[in-house]
């Protein structure tokens, strides 16, 4: 059931990587992003246990020395974010293709007010998973709020965004864009929801993880 659900969500990945292109090819003039544009790969985010799990399986893609890499940067974080929050997990928070024995462990009660002071705390951490070039060494599998980061109204401008405060909007294509992303948010609440029954536990739903999570 797991796999199914995996597979179904990758193809959600994939339609969030269409609704990106497609505003950037009617409103270039308002998308900043280009390649080794990362400034939003440094700082901590969350991310749902959906992308956890496909970052998890995805990485044994990655070349030995590059496993190992992302490994240290991934754990050397969550020791750190452990040290300041002492309910985030220092080890690996989801469950991995086995299924045996479900075990949840990230951390499902966080509020909002307690991430954001995370967040703050922590300050700018690189993802694991920004490479020595500033390139995502799982750009085929990143998260989803990876794939809708620089979209107008869809996320919060990133320094390199607010330095240029009066771009244009791409005005007549968000409409269209809203509801595709609107779409898009809609079937991933399904998924989570889905991926909570499977791994029996409700609150799954709703937990926080992040990508040093899925990497430790
Ligand atoms: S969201 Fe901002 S920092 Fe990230 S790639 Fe786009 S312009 Fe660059
Ligand atoms: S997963 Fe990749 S795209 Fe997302 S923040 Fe990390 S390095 Fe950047």
């Known amino acids: 059931m797991l796999d199914k659900l995996i597979d179904d969500y990758l193809r959600l990945l994939a339609r969030a990587t269409g609704a990106f292109a497609?505003?950037?090819d009617a409103a270039p003039e308002a998308v900043t992003c280009k390649p080794g544009c990362c400034e939003c790969c440094v700082g901590l985010f969350e991310i749902t246990p959906l992308d956890a799990e496909i970052v998890a399986l995805a990485s044994a893609q990655l070349p030995t020395a590059e496993l190992a890499r992302v490994r240290r940067e991934a754990?050397?974080?969550l020791e750190h974010l452990h040290?300041?929050?002492s309910r985030v997990p220092v080890g690996r928070g989801v469950l991995g293709p086995?299924?045996?024995s479900p075990?949840?462990?990230f951390p499902v009660s966080f509020t909002e007010r307690a991430l954001s002071s995370l967040v703050s705390q922590v300050g700018n951490v690189?993802?694991?998973l920004l490479d020595d070039a500033d390139r995502c060494a799982l750009y085929p599998f990143r998260p989803l709020v990876c794939r809708l980061q620089g979209l107008p109204r869809v996320s919060r401008p990133c320094g390199v965004m607010s330095q240029e405060p009066g771009r244009p909007k791409g005005t007549k294509n968000l409409a269209r864009l809203t509801r595709?992303?609107?779409g898009i948010f809609g079937m991933e609440a399904r998924m989570l929801s889905r991926y909570a029954k499977i791994v029996r536990a409700r609150d799954a739903a709703h937990a926080v993880c992040f990508v040093a999570t899925a990497l430790a």
């Open 22 to 24: 497609s505003f950037k």
């Open 75 to 77: 754990a050397s974080q």
């Open 180 to 182: 595709e992303v609107d």
């Open 98 to 100: 086995a299924k045996k």
């Open 103 to 105: 075990r949840v462990d």
């Open 126 to 128: 690189r993802c694991p």
């Open 83 to 85: 040290a300041i929050e």
